[in-house]
């Protein structure tokens, strides 16, 4: 079977910063494994074909998530680099004959069924999108020891997010070229903009938060009780 759209979803992160016994993506949200929560997410989006899920840990997934909490689409399995961008590479290398990849932190449970497809929506006609929230907050730019040197024009700074979403033959070549050039991104959407590529910037939420830290596991809880979280 062939398949247009794939949601890469990076699962292969060690959460250092949670201080608990278990990867982050594996602690309970409201009753279920954070990870479960963005599959759910993902196989309910009309526009994504198939997930691959980005791990070290097939056989765990296999047993304590998709056994548990089953998902409809197509599941593939890929191993997890040193690096995200490595892992991202991994997983898009893997993808035969796909028109759209969309990329997305496992750790982020709470974004929508709306979110993704604008989205897929934006890659498809401009390219590459990525989801995000405009700033609320003063940003400082500071010099090596700490102390303000410019303030940049709030109205146009984001908080960039996931998912983020690319033509695929694009997001290839991007990462080619940052592999040519050993250069480290901090997201696909940086790699994508080095080619002279524009990132259409989608809104996403303020809700579509990380878990990195047990303060965010706490926060998410708190959007989804609130029923704020996902639509």
Sequence with gaps: MSYQVYAVVLAAGKGRRMGGPFHKQYMELAGRPI????????????????????????????????????????????EGGEERQESVWNAICSIKGGEIAVIHDGVRPLTTVEVIE???????RY???????????TIKETDENGFSVHTPDRSRLWLIQTPQAF?????????????????????????VERLGHPVKLVEGGYSNIK?????????????????????
Excluded: W
């Excluded at 390219?127 to 907050?137: F, I, R």
């Excluded at 926060?219 to 996902?230: N, V």
């Design 167 to 191: 033509r695929l033959p694009l997001l290839l070549e991007a990462h080619r070229k940052a592999r040519e050039d050993q250069y480290l991104g901090t997201d696909d959407s940086s790699l």
């Design 127 to 137: 390219g590459a999108s990525a989801a995000g929230m405009p700033v609320k907050d």
């Design 211 to 231: 878990i990195t830290t047990p303060e965010d596991l706490e926060i998410a809880a708190q959007y989804l009780r609130s029923g704020r979280g996902k639509i």
């Design 35 to 78: 990870l479960a929560h963005t599959l759910a997410s993902f196989d309910a989006a009309p526009s994504v074909d198939a997930l691959i899920l980005v791990s070290m840990e097939e056989e765990y997934i296999k047993k304590e998530i998709l056994n548990r909490y089953p998902v409809g689409k197509a599941v593939f399995f890929v």
């Design 118 to 124: 604008k989205c897929i929506a934006a890659a498809r």
